[in-house]
Structure formats: structure tokens, C-alpha cells
């Protein structure tokens, strides 16, 4: 089956220590990106990248760091950095050709930092 | 800076009852707009894709319509069923920002009664 994972499902840490984040897809997509989204609010963007290593900032990148070293995967690590870590962590690809860029999001990740 | 809302938060129906989901933007130079479903603790499964030179697309019981001179976009749910109960969101792809970023609205939750 095509598509993207995101491992773990929940995620459980405590304050001041560093996190990271899996998300892999099989859909030969060549951008893939990370979101954060709280209760009551829009996704909004940490990071995205368009081609292996390379990629850029989103609107809340503060205390966040991403990898792009294989096409298939994204991982994102939560810092210590992060004021308020505690989110639904969401990633997403697409695909540059075709000019639609539709994006697909993968099941999505619960960070619980206490 | 692109701003996406949607109205109402909530919304809740009899089984049957054809709906519709409203969105509106800010800025009318997107590239598309895309509708998204929510089911709890889930990711996002893209509904349909408007292109800005497309007025209107349909899967099924769902057609979702742009007028991007007024920053509107509607999603129309025919017969609604229980099935239908999620969060629906928008998100519209900005002209002039980096390529294949989204920015989304908050969403509305549909609660559709038995």
C-alpha cells in the first residue's frame, strides 16, 4: 500500500529532553513537510523540504530541526528549545510535478511533554 | 498575509440533511484549495482539489465550489449521513509564497444525528 507513517502513534517525555519524529512515504514524492496542530486551531507549518537535503523554515520552526537525508523520510526533532511541546504533530507529502501540489498527510503523531 | 475562516466552528444535523460547509480567504491570488476531513485523532484524507481556474469539483455526494474574486469556497454534502461526522477543513495554496505550502483554516465540526 502507498502512503505515509508516522511513528509512534504517542509519544510521552519529559521536559528538557529531545524528541524525534518518524515520517515515511512510499509515494515517490518529492516534498514532504511538518505540521503542528493544537486544539481549536489550524494546522500550521515547522518545516518543509522539496528535495533531499535541503529545507526550509515554516511559521514556527523556533525549537525544532528536521533532516531530509532520503527522499522517503522526514524525521522531525522536538528540542528542549520548545516552549510549549505538547501538540498533534502531523506530515505531509507531495509531489512537484503535475503543478497541483495535493498535499497527503500521513496518521499524525500526539507529543505529550510533561 | 493570507488569512483562512471558516464558518460555522460546529454544525450539527439530522441524518439526510443536505448541508453546506463555508470558507472564505483574504488574499484571492492562490494557486488552489483544497478540502480536508478530520476524523478524531486522525490525520487529514483530502477531499477535493479546486484549481483557481476551476469553479467547481465533485466526488461523490460531496461537490465543492471557488469564486476566487470573493475569497469563497463552499463544500456541499448531499444526504448526510452519521459517517459524515469529522472536522472539515480548508486550505488554500498562496500565490508568491514558497511552493506547495498551504495555510488552513480552524475548521468546522459536523455532527451528523441518527
Known amino acids: 500500500d502507498g502512503g505515509i507513517t508516522q511513528s509512534p502513534k504517542y509519544l510521552f517525555r519529559k521536559e528538557g529532553q529531545n524528541v524525534t519524529l518518524s515520517c515515511e512515504q512510499n509515494l515517490n514524492h518529492d516534498a514532504m513537510y511538518w505540521y503542528r496542530q493544537d486544539p481549536g486551531q489550524g494546522l500550521r507549518l515547522i518545516y518543509y523540504s522539496q ?3 535541503d529545507f526550509q523554515k515554516g511559521d514556527i520552526a523556533e525549537g525544532y530541526s528536521v533532516s531530509r537525508e532520503k527522499k522517503e523520510s522526514f524525521p522531525l526533532t522536538v528540542t528542549s528549545a520548545q516552549k510549549n511541546p505538547t501538540a498533534f504533530y502531523l506530515c505531509a507529502s507531495s509531489a512537484l510535478a503535475g503543478g ?12 505529550t511533554v510533561t | 498575509k493570507q488569512e483562512v475562516t471558516q464558518i460555522p ?3 450539527s444535523v439530522p441524518e439526510g440533511e443536505n448541508l453546506v460547509l463555508n470558507c472564505s480567504f483574504t488574499d484571492s491570488a492562490i494557486y488552489n484549495l483544497q478540502w480536508f476531513r478530520q476524523d478524531p485523532g486522525k490525520g487529514l484524507t483530502s477531499l477535493l482539489l479546486i484549481q483557481s481556474s476551476q469553479r467547481e469539483q465533485t ?12 475569497g469563497r469556497s ?12 469529522a472536522t472539515y477543513l480548508c486550505a488554500v495554496r498562496p500565490k508568491g509564497g514558497s511552493q506547495g505550502n498551504l495555510i488552513f483554516g480552524k475548521g468546522t465540526k459536523l455532527s451528523v444525528k441518527p
Open chain 1, 51 to 53: 528535495i533531499v537535503n
Open chain 1, 100 to 111: 497541483t501540489y495535493e498535499q497527503y498527510f500521513g496518521p499524525g503523531t500526539r507529543l
Open chain 2, 9 to 11: 466552528a460546529a454544525l
Open chain 2, 59 to 70: 466526488s461523490g455526494r460531496l461537490n465543492a465550489s471557488l469564486d476566487k474574486s470573493s
Open chain 2, 74 to 85: 463552499t463544500l456541499y454534502i448531499a444526504a448526510s449521513q452519521p459517517g459524515d461526522s
